[in-house]
């Protein structure tokens, strides 16, 4: 049986088209290295603002999103040096260099197995630092550079002063550029594809494991165009109560209620750099209780107060507020136990996070999932999740599968 209803709720504004369209020079290689060179160009800007002397990028977000090379997590070290003037170089294990992509704009410097890249790293650092100035140097490194490469480049550069990277490319990473939006909008689609099967019917629930399930989805994910799953979250019955619950072996029963949250990264084609999806649907297996089918209408009606929410000039915070208040105004306030949404990207969760104190404040180009949950202990979960990009006049929702509670047979 398929979804109760095949109303989609909000559409958004921004559509397909609009605020979001195809920049100069596609989102094919030629397109992305372009803005590749504008973000940059953006980060050297900021670089300057806040006098960081260089940037050290290891593993995380921003190196691909800078050069279209994301680094292995190996302990042999992985860093770009981009100092605020002069070549960005790359020092890579030699044995990785091939993976480096040749449209990136930087001079890449293999090291050999016997080579301390630490000292390299050292060696290319020392003229960007501003020993003639009368002040420290400041370097940020990625948050997700080894504890021990920070430690051990403490040691090799006396006197400086450590921030994180993510101080600089934190807010411009956070607002997608046209290719990206591109790329996120690839990716929502096939999780869609995905989330139409589950809410369809067509992947069978009753009598399977909430883990067989999850493969089931984790398949369809890859089949849909994804190059790699990042999660498959099956919570039946009492386990979808916990948002982040592990899928395991209890067999899904008649009458339960079933949260299905999954995504994966799509790497568009000619690029290099992929980028993310997630959904979430909450089916039943039978007719809904009427609590159940109660409850699921207040948090249908939160997601779209959230959705409409959105637009420039709007602190995130507002966006949490909005569908916040929905259900606090049906009673459930305290089973609303997470913030309203994150950031998605290259990474499955970054900033903007729409969460209470968050005053940032939205333009167009931020992107970020809005999905309200109620959980009862014991007995069920429910949540709703979109991916939103905000757009010039209002809000561009990526994803088009039905909302509302999908009711399967089996
Ligand atoms: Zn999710
Ligand atoms: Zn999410």
């Known amino acids: 049986m398929g979804a109760a209803g095949g109303e989609t709720g909000p559409a958004g504004t921004g559509g397909g088209g609009g605020a979001t369209a195809v920049p100069e020079g596609g989102t094919g290689p030629g397109g992305t290295a372009e803005a590749r060179r504008r973000r940059l160009g953006a980060v050297r800007g900021a670089m300057a603002e806040r006098q960081v002397d260089a940037l050290l990028l290891s593993h995380?977000?921003?190196?691909?999103w800078l050069t279209g090379y994301r680094a292995m997590p190996l302990e042999r070290l992985t860093m770009l040096v981009l100092p605020v003037e002069g070549d960005a170089v790359l020092v890579v294990p030699?044995?990785?260099?091939?993976?480096?992509?040749a449209g990136a704009d930087v001079v890449v410097r293999p090291w050999a197995e016997t080579e301390d890249p630490v000292a390299l790293v050292a060696a290319l650092l020392a003229p960007a630092l501003p020993a003639a100035r009368g002040r420290?140097?400041?370097?940020?490194?990625?948050?997700?550079?080894?504890?021990?490469?920070?430690?051990?480049?403490?040691?090799?550069?006396?006197?400086?002063?450590?921030?994180?990277?993510?101080?600089?490319?934190?807010?411009?990473?956070?607002?997608?550029?046209?290719?990206?939006?591109?790329?996120?909008?690839?990716?929502?689609?096939?999780?869609?594809?995905?989330?139409?099967?589950?809410t369809g019917g067509e992947v069978p629930m009753v009598g399977r494991s909430e883990a067989e399930v999850s493969a089931d989805i984790a398949r369809r994910l890859l089949g849909a165009g994804h190059h790699q799953v990042n999660f498959a979250i099956v919570g039946s019955g009492p386990n979808g109560a916990s948002p982040h619950h592990e899928p395991g072996e209890r067999p899904i029963e008649r009458g339960d209620v079933v949260v299905c949250d999954f995504g994966g990264t799509l790497v568009p084609g000619g690029d290099t750099v992929g980028?993310?999806?997630?959904?979430?649907?909450?089916?039943?297996?039978?007719?809904?209780?009427?609590?159940?089918?109660?409850?699921?209408d207040v948090l249908r009606r939160a997601q779209a107060a959230a959705v409409s929410a959105v637009r420039p000039g709007v602190r995130a915070e507002a966006v949490d507020a909005a569908a916040r208040q929905v259900i606090t105004d049906a009673g459930l306030g305290p089973r609303f136990i997470h913030r309203t949404g994150h950031g998605i990207g290259i990474e499955e969760h970054e900033?903007?996070?729409?969460?209470?104190?968050?005053?940032?404040?939205?333009?167009p180009g931020h992107a970020f999932s809005v999905e309200p949950g109620i959980y009862l202990p014991g007995r069920y979960g429910m949540r709703l999740e979109d991916i939103v990009v905000v757009a010039d006049d209002g809000v561009d929702v990526l994803n088009t599968a039905p909302r509302d509670l999908a009711v399967v047979d089996g």
């Not at 995380?60 to 691909?64: E, F, K, N, T």
């Not at 030699?94 to 992509?101: M, Q, S, T």
């Not at 400086?160 to 689609?189: H, M, N, Q, S, Y």
């Not at 900033?351 to 333009?363: D, I, K, M, S």
């Open 94 to 101: 030699e044995l990785e260099a091939p993976r480096v992509p």
């Open 351 to 363: 900033a903007p996070y729409v969460v209470a104190g968050n005053r940032t404040e939205l333009v």
């Open 275 to 296: 980028y993310c999806s997630d959904i979430t649907r909450t089916v039943t297996v039978g007719p809904p209780a009427p609590e159940v089918a109660a409850a699921y």
């Open 60 to 64: 995380g977000a921003d190196l691909p």
């Open 136 to 198: 420290a140097p400041r370097l940020g490194i990625s948050e997700r550079a080894w504890a021990s490469t920070l430690v051990s480049l403490q040691q090799a550069v006396a006197g400086a002063e450590w921030v994180v990277a993510a101080a600089v490319t934190g807010p411009l990473r956070a607002v997608k550029d046209a290719a990206e939006i591109a790329a996120l909008r690839a990716a929502a689609a096939a999780a869609d594809a995905v989330a139409v099967a589950v």
